[in-house]
Structures are given as structure tokens and as C-alpha cells.
């Protein structure tokens, strides 16, 4: 039995094991920085991408054509990262960032996705 909290992960197995992406793989990190009313260009490594995002201040990450807010109007493609706060991701290869009321520092660290994620069958061990 795990010493977990129920429901600390947000994915499980089909037998509601927790998947602790905690120990995931590291495969790159990118140092970042936002800029505020202006967007960032970044590539990442493949077409879809496991990312823990940080930054120090808010941040709006876009995943489609970057588009400015205005009157709080919902922005298609977009995440609101909140500063100070780790985010775990899937992001496609390119995207742009752009710093909400300020300039901010932060990483993108690229991780493995567990293996068993894609696994639609039962293994035992041996």
C-alpha cells in the first residue's frame, strides 16, 4: 500500500496505482525569459513534449497564435502560467511566452513521459 494521500497524483493506472511523475526522467532544460507586451519564440525537442514550467512572475504561454489580451476575452492556444508556480505540461515543439505585467526569468525542463503511460496491456513481475 502507498504512503501517497489519495489523489495527490492527477494520473493512475487502471488498477488506481498513483503514477508519480516526481521521478520522471529529465530529457533537456530551457532557461526562458518573458518579456512583457512582447513574445518569445521557443522550439522545443518534438512534437509533443512533457514540461515542467516555471516562472517567477505570470506568464502566458501560447501553443497557437499569439494574440494580446484584451477585456479578459479567453484566448485560444493559451495558458495563464501564474508566477511562483510549477506547471506540468504537454506543449507541442513551437511556442511563444510573453510576460503579463512584467519581465520573467524561468525553465522549461523537458522530462520522459512514464513508459507504462502507452501500455495497454498487463505485465507481471517476474
Known amino acids: 500500500m502507498s504512503n501517497a494521500p489519495s489523489g495527490v497524483y492527477p494520473l493512475s493506472t487502471a488498477q488506481s496505482l498513483a503514477i508519480p511523475y516526481d521521478v520522471a526522467s529529465p530529457i533537456s532544460s530551457i532557461k526562458a525569459q518573458a518579456t512583457n507586451g512582447t513574445n518569445t519564440p521557443i522550439t522545443l525537442p518534438a512534437d509533443k513534449n512533457l514540461c515542467s514550467v516555471y ?3 505570470d506568464v502566458l504561454i501560447f501553443t497557437g497564435t499569439p494574440i494580446a489580451p484584451t477585456n479578459n476575452v479567453v484566448i485560444p492556444g493559451s495558458y495563464y ?3 511562483g508556480v510549477i506547471a506540468e505540461l504537454y506543449l507541442p515543439k513551437n511556442l511563444n511566452i510573453r510576460g503579463v505585467a512584467s519581465d520573467s526569468p524561468g525553465y522549461i525542463n523537458i522530462l520522459t513521459p512514464w513508459v507504462q503511460m502507452n501500455n495497454t496491456t498487463s505485465y507481471g513481475v517476474s
Open 81 to 83: 502560467c501564474k508566477g
Open 55 to 57: 516562472f517567477e512572475e
